[in-house]
């Protein structure tokens, strides 16, 4: 199969209309990707910065900082302090770059 992970959305769903792929197929291959990349980005990718940050501030994660300046930035991310110090990154939009 080619990368799919870079297909835009209109394609996917073509291609899952017309049964070329399948819903399990395309999932297995984002958890695929997720077990290979997680790791090294030590990230969460999430739908609504606000709702994420105040879930991981209630679990006792202090906010650290922000990469770039406002959130419709194509690479703009939060970076947050676990309670055992650990730093970790989320972000509306993925990251440049992470799939090279």
């Known amino acids: 199969m080619t990368d799919i992970a870079f297909w835009p959305a209109t394609k996917l769903i ?47 994660g202090k906010f650290f900082f922000t990469l770039g300046k406002t959130k419709e930035e194509a690479n703009f991310e939060m970076k947050f302090k676990d309670p055992d110090g650990v730093i970790f990154d989320i972000s509306e939009k993925g990251w440049l770059g992470a799939g090279e």
């Open 14 to 60: 073509r291609a899952l209309r017309a049964r070329k792929l399948g819903a399990l197929e395309l999932l297995e291959h984002y958890a695929a990707r997720i077990a290979k990349y997680d790791r090294a980005l030590n990230s969460l990718c999430v739908l609504d910065l606000e709702a994420a940050r105040k879930a991981i501030e209630a679990a006792g």
